[in-house]
């Protein structure tokens, strides 16, 4: 998919709106460039309207535009249909957890109850005594998308997007059975600012440049680039898409480069070159 336009989600009182970001022109409202748009951005990619808006926001009166960094942003979308996680993902990650990187993808699932948005609290759950963050790079699958071949994948992206993917590592140390819960509790998956497309992300280079930042409290712990996946964005797209169908807004977090302990009154944040920084105050548990 070939686009300029940022995706994101601003926040106006208790509201979050569909927006876009033009590389020249700002932010503007989807409401405001098509009216009677009242979808997020999932509706965007499900409609497959991301070619009209680049055309209206061309075109569309300069009053219809603001200064992005003015704007407040939530999650870019709260009700993903599908969120798949990739566990063990870099080599080195995997060294440090003393395990192998498994021969085939180490998938999981979310669901849209751990989502939450950039500023938002982690809530660290009652039930666990060791949390992790963990800066993953997500891909946001941008049309339907089943049995594709490793060369086309990157074809069905809308874009890249940083994330926040939290762990109940005690839970899961326990027994790997685990996962599900352990990978589930409310605020365990923070994704934004802005949806950002691929080809600006890479620039003059490729995905496997993109570097990613755990980084909690400023100091960054833990840090590497896309090519030291053993499996790369475009094998986990087009490996999943054999497993079922993949549809627009479906996100992909392809691994962390390392997962830190936080608790209360900790800043995590994920960096992503090209991308942006997502962040995240840590809380107790309501």
Not at 10 to 39: C, N, S, W, Y
Not at 60 to 70: H, V
Request: hydrophobic share 35%.
């Amino acid at each position: 998919m070939h686009h300029t336009l940022h995706l994101c989600s601003v926040r106006e009182g208790a509201d979050e709106l569909a927006a876009v970001v033009h590389p020249r022109r700002g932010l503007a409202l989807v409401r405001d460039l098509i009216p009677g748009f009242t979808g997020d951005v999932r509706d965007i990619l499900a409609e497959d309207l991301l070619e009209k808006l680049e055309s209206l926001a061309e075109t569309t009166d300069d009053g219809a535009f603001r200064d992005p960094d003015s704007a407040t942003y939530g999650a870019p979308y709260r009700h993903p249909r599908m969120i798949w996680g990739i566990g063990l993902n870099y080599v080195e990650h995997a060294s440090d957890l003393s395990e192998g990187v498994p021969e085939e993808p180490a998938s999981f699932i979310k669901a849209d109850h751990t989502v939450i948005g950039p500023g938002e609290d982690i809530p660290l759950p009652a039930q666990s005594e060791r949390t992790t963050t963990e800066a993953e790079v997500a891909v946001v699958i941008g049309r339907y998308c089943r049995n594709v071949e490793v060369a086309d994948a990157l074809d069905y992206v809308a874009g890249v997007v940083p994330v926040l993917d939290q762990t109940a590592e005690d839970i899961l140390q326990r027994n790997p059975r685990f996962l599900t819960r352990a990978k589930n509790f409310p605020g365990f998956f923070s994704f934004g600012p802005r949806i950002v497309p691929l080809a600006e992300a890479v620039g003059d280079g490729t995905l496997a440049d993109v570097q990613v930042s755990t980084v909690v409290n400023g100091e960054v712990r833990r840090t590497n680039t896309v090519s030291h996946m053993r499996y790369s964005p475009e094998y986990l797209i087009s490996f999943h898409s054999k497993v079922m169908p993949l549809y627009p807004g479906d996100i992909i977090s392809t691994g962390t480069p390392g997962a830190i302990h936080v608790q209360p009154g900790d800043t995590a944040e994920c960096r992503v070159s090209g991308v942006g920084t997502l962040s995240n105050p840590v809380s107790s548990a309501n």
